[in-house]
């Protein structure tokens, strides 16, 4: 089997990859819908694969891989990467989950950090009312993530938040462009963090997990205070305190500084390329729990290597997932069907806007109860266009993705 054409539109704001083959097999891959200016990307690649055997994953991904880098330019090689193991489940008339070593459960956990009700302000009621309805969800998270500290708008709304300036932006509140705001708190920023905590904790008692977005831009010390303040409320983790989100370095010695001195999870690395650049943070047992995005860390048997070697040093693995839209939830489920007992939970992303549930088929339906989602048997990622419907939300310039 050849490749005989990749291509990529922009649906919705994802980047959607399509790779065809000389017998009629096609793959698709994504990309966050936080990226929609990815396509030149995801086109540069095209000469580099044309003509390859796409059953053979790791020889075409290792002819690109060299080429990507931190968030967000990692996720055009790992949309590829995607496609080619839908392709390579579709030749073999098996779903992906068999080729990355088969299923070691038949239903996978999601967690909650995506399908939000917007925050009516910054203090611990509003906080306990947001957790209240997100608790009432009809998919049962059974752990809900929440925005904190510098991953909400504490530092530029609480009054007296943090010693720093806030960078003038006037874009939208998160994504790559938005300028890095951080500083030491002060110790009202301090609290009031830790108040806004126990307030959703006194909400969702110890019957949900609640796992923190608090960064990055957090000092050593402000996430070491934030850490052992929390430690009787036993929350799932810390994310991105220090670095992380876009940051395109690590300095997992930072991380290990704190996580060494308390007992509260420290979590990262969704922005992180590679496993050569979890080696550090692993091998070191830097933090508790590493959360690669497939569609940004190189693809799913990249993560799949990186869950194994994390699962051997005593770390947890919690995917990240917001904004990897439909086919990220097909590559999510066969990843996590397959990952040891490390595994945690993946980041449930929500189809954005709502009419991706129109134009995909092949999720189950509903697709999340009591927090899980049943893995389905169907050849390669299992999910496909309706064309007819996708049609309608090309743009002008995308009309030939589907010839
Ligand atoms: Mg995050």
Known sequence: MKITDLKCAIIGDNPIVRITTDEGIEGLGQAEWTKPYLKPFVLYYRDAILGQDPTDVERVISRIRRLGSFKPWGAAVSAIEVALWDIAGKAAGVPVYKLLGGKVRDKVRVYNGGIRV??????????????????????????????????????????????????????????????????????????????????????????????????????????????????????????????????????????????????????????????????????????????????????????????????????????????????GIAAHVHLAATLPRNYIAFEYPAGKPEWWYDIMDGLPDPIVENSHIKVWDTPGLGVEFNVKEAKKHLSDEDKGFFD
Not at 224 to 241: H, Q, S
């Open 118 to 327: 917007p925050l009516k302000g910054n203090d611990p009621e509003h906080y306990a009312e947001n957790m209240a309805e997100m608790k009432e969800f009809k998919e049962g998270f059974s752990i809900i993530k929440q925005g904190i500290s510098f991953h909400s708008q504490m530092a530029a709304e609480v009054p007296n938040y943090f010693y720093g300036e806030l960078p003038k932006y006037d874009g939208p509140p998160r994504g790559g462009v938005r300028p890095p705001v951080g500083g030491p708190l002060t110790e009202q920023g301090l609290k009031h963090t830790i108040a806004c905590v126990e307030a959703m904790k006194d909400v969702l008692g110890d019957e949900v997990g609640l796992a923190l977005d608090c960064g990055p831009g957090m000092t050593v010390h402000d996430t070491l205070r934030l850490a052992k303040a929390l430690e009787p409320l036993n929350v799932m983790w810390l994310e991105d305190t220090i670095t992380g989100d876009y940051t395109p370095y690590v300095l997992p010695e930072l991380f290990r500084e704190v996580q060494m001195q308390t007992s509260t999870p420290i979590h990262t690395g969704e922005q992180i390329y590679l496993r050569q650049n979890f080696k550090d943070l692993i091998e070191s047992k830097a933090v508790r729990v590493i959360g690669p995005d497939p569609l940004d860390v190189g693809g799913i048997a990249e993560l799949k290597w990186i869950a194994e070697f994390a699962d051997m040093h005593g770390i947890m693995m919690a995917p990240h997932g917001v904004a990897d839209g439909i086919i």
